[in-house]
């Protein structure tokens, strides 16, 4: 019996030597994810979503493959997989400039991408090949906006945003949604992902007067403006983006400075609803052990659709890309189906944390909010 | 045409190059899989934009932060440009070699000024700028999105895939892009770049213009980092802001690094190796990154001057060649007109300490002067001041009646006026013979200078041990070995600052004798040395400093004679007297 350490090194040789196709009997769906970066969080969320799925059912084999940041890498990724004749899907990264890079290599391969990534643009290219299992800036700053208006009440909104695809995207519709609202922002900034000390943007943005935070960041930014808002004594609502819903960026606040804290995003799978959510978080606290969040229900939701898809009949290209575009799927976070660009998420949730627990509540559903379903 | 494939092929490394060339190239053809091509691809796109960098990295010595913005402009413009139909390659790769060789020289004035960390930091911040601009410029960049849906490639309307077409066209240039810097690196360039890179100061006085080489490094080094980012664009036909980020310097720094800071056959190797090695990883999943780390860590341990240069000093270990036969000696034309050197009140301060203090000193064509005093009596800083390795803070420099204090080392070298240094400055990595042939700034051309060069060893009676590496000689010889490289420079004024220092009494002998053989040639010396006896022997007037001013002034008997210089050498009370006529 080969012990483990020699198995794994013939895994690689054989992995070198033999061209990938030889070594594999049953299809395989390419799992490519930034398990490294600056969105490790969210990959490694998206990649466990996909395990979870796909490691239930016995006719499929998947592989992991580390994306990064770079489109660069992801493109190898990409072409790495497509080694395989037999690859008829392929998992995308959540990053949606690594997503860009990998549209016109789906559309020459013919190859369908799913992905959880939010950036608008990637739907808007005419390329049928994508397809969207995260509510997009479409649907998700639609309900941001909504909730900040309606619930909060608030008049005078305060935006920070992330200088990234993901940030200036958001924000994009988020001043769109407001203006549709009849809001006018009374201060807007872009945020650095290195950027460690917000206290000065928070003084320029306290100064314009605000009533509410509107936050459009990614998870460590979002926790270190919140923690030095309360830090400094702001108690003004503070209404962030998808990843303050991460369990993950919640467990770099204390309980305390989570109070009037409310996020939007897909599903919160941690704040349970149902027997098979919770089933769906227990499982994966056994498997992985940390909380699962929307990326990882989404990516599992959107496993699971192919799944169902491969047991139509549909495994794989063209049929498959037309079996998604043309069924609904009942999830768990919700009921996906194509508006006809590959969007394939129309609800939203907003959750509030009440100050006392990292567990937070959902206070408020959006249903088919951009009509698409 | 065999006979110089076989002379090329055993030059150097260039036979396993060639043969791993033609292996990687069999299984690139035999693999043939669009995933391999990438790869392939890829490595070429590195290549070049490495061999681009080891202009500034390597042969300048610079460490520039830089390289990936250029390549990130070059895949910018590119990307620009081939959104509009009908807009091939044959535009887009030479607007982005311009666009990222003008950027390169509009930042070139203020940055190249710098050294060390700070031209490092300064070329960080470059790339800092332009990518808060690519992000925050959507307008024309398309913000942190960046510009997608980019059309397939095409040269001259004929459509060029990703794979073997791109391909190809990437190795093509590289292929143009060695020969290319083969030829820019090549010849008399080779050794004066080598000692600009480990003697920057002694290139300076050699009459190299170090800061006009170090611009155009730097300007190479943009023009290939931009050509090759535009090939970047055409093969993932998209481009992001995270084309300016850190990962793409990194990259080509590592491979730098790995492959061998300046041969273009290492940058290759580099590339391909760098480009492949997290592939070849890839099935350790989680521990990829980390096997990738230990296996770069392993080849910087294992070969510190690079892949290249283990395979050459291997190479030299199996492979014991005699050296090859000298160069035939050339005539060293004669040295320029013997001018006047006159020296006005020259000061300059080191903090609130006056190293030279309003110094008068004439030195007529043809003179032998010596100069003396303790140390810190202002010897070296005098002869810095003359050399121009120094700026005064007040007085003036005439040499021949023209102002030349203000001029930089390498013009005042032009100008006639050579030296050696106090601590020898030679570059340890090069023969004794080119770093002699350096110094020949007039010719540019390597056998005339290694010509003059032998002729000058041979002078020096040290003809035998001009092809040994300067690092592997004995203090005596390398200190001929300067004074060879100061004398091919063909001066009508040669400083020489304590060049019997580490001697012994027959190597003063000699060096002694050849001091009076230049002195007869009607060359004026100006010698700073601690020896009474070897200076009485070549000098015909000394001249003693004290405190940064003149004590004494005259022939050597009056001088050593003089109250003021025993005084000031033996460190008594009230030295620094006025100056003796």
Known sequence: MLNS????????????????????????????????????????????????????????????????????????????ALRNTDVGVIVGPILGTQMLAMLPLAEEYQVPLVTISGTAQLTEMGNPWIFRFFPGDAVTKIAHARYVAEDVGAKRPAIL?????????????????????????????????????????????????????????????????????????????????????QPSTAALLEPAELKGVCAESGSSPISGGSPEMEKFAA??????????????????????????????????????????????????????????????????????????????????????????? | MSGRLTRWLARDINAPVFVLALVLALWTVSSGDPYGLRL????????????????????????????????????????????????????????????????????????????????????????????LLAVNWVSVTGGANGIAGVPSASLLGIPLGRGWPMLLLVWTLVAAAALAARRLTGGWAGPALTLMREQPQAAEAAGIDIGRLRLGGFLLSAGFAGLAGALQLHTIRVVSPEVLEFPVMVSVLTIAVVGGRTSVAGAILGAVLLVHLPEWFRPLQEYYLLAYGVALMLCVAIAPSG?????????????????PPLPAPMPVPVAAAPACLEVHGLTRHFGGVAAVDGIDLVVTPGEALGIVGANGSG???????????????????????????????????????????????????????DNVAAGDWRGRDLTRARGAATALLARLGIADIAWQPCGELPPGIRRHVEIARALIARPSLLLLDEPAAGLGAAERETLGSLLMDLHGDGMTLIVVEHDLDFLRRVAGRLVCLSGGRIVADGTPDTVVRHPAVVASWLGSPGAAGGADG
């Open chain 2, 379 to 433: 010897k070296s800083t005098l002869l810095n001041l003359i050399a121009g390795a120094e700026r005064p803070d007040a007085g003036s420099i005439a040499w021949g009646g023209r102002r030349v204090h203000r001029l930089s080392p390498d013009r005042i070298a032009r100008a006639g006026i050579a030296r050696t240094f106090q601590a020898i400055k030679l570059a340890d990595g090069l023969s004794a013979l």
């Open chain 2, 307 to 323: 892949l290249a240069g283990a395979a050459l000093s291997l190479r030299r270990r199996l492979w014991t060649e005699p050296s």
């Open chain 1, 283 to 373: 499982d994966y606290r056994v498997k992985f052990g940390n909380e699962p969040d929307a990326f990882a229900l989404a990516q599992y939701d959107a496993a699971r659709m192919l799944l169902a898809a491969r047991h139509a009949g549909a495994t794989g290209g063209a049929p498959l890309r037309d079996w998604l575009a043309g069924n609904a799927f009942e999830g768990l976070a919700m009921t996906y189906k194509s508006d006809g660009k590959g969007n394939m998420a129309h609800d939203a949730v907003i959750v509030c944390y009440d100050g006392e627990s990292r567990v937070p509540r959902i206070v408020r559903r959006y249903q088919g909010v951009d009509g698409g379903r």
């Open chain 1, 161 to 245: 945003y992330q200088s990234t695809a993901y940030g200036q995207s958001g924000h994009a519709r988020l001043v769109e949604a407001f203006a549709a609202l009849g809001i006018a922002p009374v201060y807007e900034e872009s945020l650095d992902v290195a950027t460690k000390d917000m206290t000065a943007t928070l003084a320029k943005a306290m100064a314009a007067g605000p009533d509410v935070l509107v936050l459009h960041l990614h998870s460590g930014p979002t926790a270190l403006v919140v923690r030095q808002a309360r830090a400094q004594g702001i108690d003004i609502p503070i209404v962030a983006g998808s990843a303050m819903h």
């Open chain 2, 40 to 131: 392939m691809t890829l490595a070429g796109i590195y290549a070049l934009a490495t061999i681009g960098y080891q202009f500034v990295f390597g042969h300048a010595g610079a460490l520039s932060l830089a390289q990936g913005c250029f390549f990130g402009i070059g895949a910018y413009v590119a990307g620009m440009l081939a959104l509009n139909p009908g807009v091939g390659v044959e535009t887009t790769l030479p607007a982005a070699t311009l666009a990222a060789t003008v950027l390169a020289a509009l930042v070139a004035l203020p940055v190249l000024r710098l050294h060390s960390h700070y031209f490092a930091l300064a070329t960080l911040g470059i790339g800092q700028a332009v990518l």
């Open chain 1, 5 to 80: 350490s020699v198995r794994r090194i013939l895994a690689i040789l054989a992995a070198i030597v033999l061209p990938a196709a030889a070594l594999a009997e049953v299809p395989r769906i390419p799992v490519l994810v930034p398990v490294t970066g600056y969105l490790s969080l969210e990959g490694t969320a998206q990649r466990n979503g996909a395990i979870m799925a796909l490691e239930a059912d016995a006719s499929v084999t998947f592989e992991v493959s580390d994306t990064g940041t770079s489109p660069e890498v992801a493109v190898t990724a990409m072409r790495r």
